[in-house]
């Protein structure tokens, strides 16, 4: 890796990319500072042969300004304080044998490290691994942990995107979680920002202008620049920071944020640079999984080569399921949700057979852009569907989860709905037991930066009538105070009481099934072979033919009244049902907000 430190023998290398500085100093610790070579293309390096792990170091640009290593691999005091020396091969790994799980066993299990834990730390996560073995998840799937300003964020402010966050733990503690997570047959994936970077402690803009590209816009500002002069070090910097969570920290896959804000004119793009160096770099010698956010719904990036291996990603995060199913569960209709209004059950049904549900059709939230790609010949692995995220639920302005919004029997539905599709289920952390804490939106900024963002969340909330006066705004919970954070945090002594023992129980006797029934029926499921239809004015029917040539089928009522549908092949099993028997199922009877899953196993 040509960025940050690199242990030598003896001493240490250190290098930075500044091709807006004149000169550049390297202070390591107390020492006087060293004058950096100038080696070309923007590069300035110096070896020390006394320097040693555990040493703190910084660099001066142009004589002033004192910022970290943006590859440093751990920044003990936060993101303005000086970077430590790490050596990368210290650690003593001892799961040499794992080499990941199939992605057809995926259950993805999301999680913020801060707030999972009463103790918030990498080993506050270890210690609750069995937890999640016994509910039957296979994947953790960690919020971003690159380390941001201050002592509490979602994760995606981070500036520093090689150095774990100091306040989950050292670099050491979170290789140990992943080893832990290895030893229990889980694997681990890590959310990463390629995006943007946060708006405190980003020292780029100072000294390596052509980090961004003011030609393209974003939320954030100009766009980091992947197709510009300059982009070659820049994708560079981020395709070997994907590889070095993959290989320094042995992460089992990777989820991209928010693909669909790259500005990326250039062939291959980064999306696709990135995850051919994945594919053929540890994807070689082990299961690497890499999932996508994508609002675009650009199935391009999801296709299989002629063995059904991805060519590009593994899986995207599937928003259009979430959507369809809010909408089923709580009748709102405001924002996006707009666009599921008119008959989400359809669009449910065809997200599930189809992969998405805008497959190129014009949003109306999005003043009648067409969105999204064919996805009805890719198969249901490539996709990841839920009912719950970090955003769906802390993006509200006081962070309910769908239990608090949904009656109980439609999320009972829902939840089975989704756990016993073929397609890659991933719960939000405490969701398997109902978990009566909210998730709000939570960040620990500068005090300039602080007002701006708590008066900004209260504008974004004005356009909606529960908040029309600013009375009411006022009551939103403020991102910056402690208290918001932990307000945040899990409560599992609510594993005592009902109903969420029940809702426990329930998850894990979901998943219990889909890992007998479903998951070796999996392994050679092809696209194009999901169907579905509706049931009258609530129901849906979806059949998919598996992997082994057996038919699932999902039946359900998701309404208040009564259906009468054609009843299932009587030759199947059913697998789970809700609100509904066998009797009434072969008699094409279903109650209000029932499930029928069936398999029929034929001549498999």
């Known amino acids: 890796m040509p960025f940050g430190t690199e242990i030598l023998v003896p001493g240490v290398r250190f290098r930075l990319w500044a091709p807006g500085a004149r000169n550049v100093a390297l202070g390591l610790g107390s020492d006087p500072l060293r004058p950096m070579k100038a080696g070309g293309d923007g590069w300035f390096h110096c070896d020390v042969r006394e320097a040693r792990e555990g040493q703190r170091y910084r660099f001066r640009i142009d004589g002033g300004l004192d910022v970290p290593d943006p590859a440093s691999r751990f920044n003990p005091d936060d993101v303005h304080g000086p970077s430590e020396i790490v050596d990368p091969l210290a650690f003593g790994w001892t799961d040499d044998d794992w080499r990941g799980r199939p992605w057809p066993e ?42 941001f300003p201050g002592r509490r964020n ?17 670099p050491e503690d979170l290789k140990r979680l992943v080893q832990a997570a290895h030893a229990r047959g889980l694997m681990v994936i890590l959310d990463v920002v390629y995006n943007h970077f946060g708006p405190e402690g980003n020292y780029l803009h100072a000294y390596a202008p052509a980090f961004f590209n003011p030609e393209h816009e974003t939320p ?69 999984h890499l999932i996508l956010e994508n609002d675009r719904n650009q199935s391009r990036y999801l296709r299989r080569d002629a063995s059904g291996h991805p060519r590009h990603a593994t899986a995207q995060w599937n928003d259009d399921v979430h959507h369809a199913c809010h ?38 939230f999005r003043g009648g852009e067409l969105r999204g790609e064919p996805s009805a010949d890719l198969t249901p692995l490539a996709f990841v569907n839920f009912l719950q995220t970090h955003d769906q639920v802390g993006n509200r ?13 439609a999320l009972d539905v829902l939840t089975a709905t989704v756990l016993l599709a073929p397609g890659v289920p991933m719960l939000f952390m405490g969701e398997e037991f109902a978990a009566a804490t ?9 005090h300039d930066l602080a007002d701006a963002v708590r008066e900004g969340r209260r504008r974004e909330f004005a356009r909606f009538t529960r908040f029309a006066d600013p009375a009411s705004r006022e009551s939103i919970p403020d991102p910056n105070l402690a208290a918001t954070f932990e307000t945040s945090r899990l409560d599992w002594s609510c594993l005592e009481h009902e109903p969420h023992r029940t809702w426990l129980a329930r998850h894990a006797s979901l998943l219990a099934t889909r890992a007998r029934w479903l998951v070796p029926r999996l392994a050679a499921v092809t696209g194009g072979h999901g169907c579905w239809q509706r049931e009258g004015r609530h129901g ?65």
Do not use: K
Not at 162 to 170: E, I, L, T, V
Not at 438 to 446: A, E, N, Q, V
């Open 540 to 604: 849906m029917r979806v059949t998919w033919t598996l992997g082994d040539g057996s038919r699932l089928t999902h039946l359900a009522n998701l309404g208040d009244s009564p259906l009468s549908v054609a009843p299932p092949p009587a030759a199947g099993r059913t697998l789970h049902a809700v609100r509904v028997d066998d009797d009434a199922i072969v008699a094409g009877r279903l109650p209000p907000w029932s499930l029928a899953v069936r398999l029929d196993e034929g001549d498999a």
């Open 397 to 409: 302005a006081f962070g309910e989860r769908l239990c608090r919004l949904a009656r109980p029997e």
């Open 438 to 446: 909210p998730f709000l939106f939570f960040c620990d900024f500068g």
């Open 106 to 147: 995926a259950v993805l299990y999301e999680l913020h490290v801060g707030t999972f834990s009463p103790a918030g730390t990498f080993a506050g996560v270890e210690a609750r691994l069995d937890h999640l073995v016994r509910l039957g998840v296979t994947a953790i799937e960690l919020m971003p942990v690159a380390d």
């Open 327 to 364: 909408v089923i569960a709580t009748g709102e209709t405001d924002g996006y949700y707009a666009d599921y209004a008119a008959d989400p059950v359809a669009q449910l049904a065809r997200c599930l057979a189809e992969g998405f549900a805008y497959q190129g059709e014009a949003s109306v």
């Open 154 to 170: 979602w994760g995606y402010d981070g500036v520093l995107p090689f150095a774990p966050d100091a306040s989950y733990g050292r």
């Open 220 to 288: 954030w500002g100009a766009a980091i620049n992947f197709d510009a002069r300059g982009s070659e070090v820049v994708r560079r910097f981020v395709i070997d920071n994907a590889l070095h969570w993959l290989e320094e920290y042995h992460f089992d896959g990777l989820r991209l944020d928010a693909v669909h804000a790259f500005r990326d004119d250039s062939t291959p793009d980064i999306v696709e640079a990135l995850t051919t160096a994945v594919r053929t770099g540890p994807g070689r010698d082990r299961h690497v």
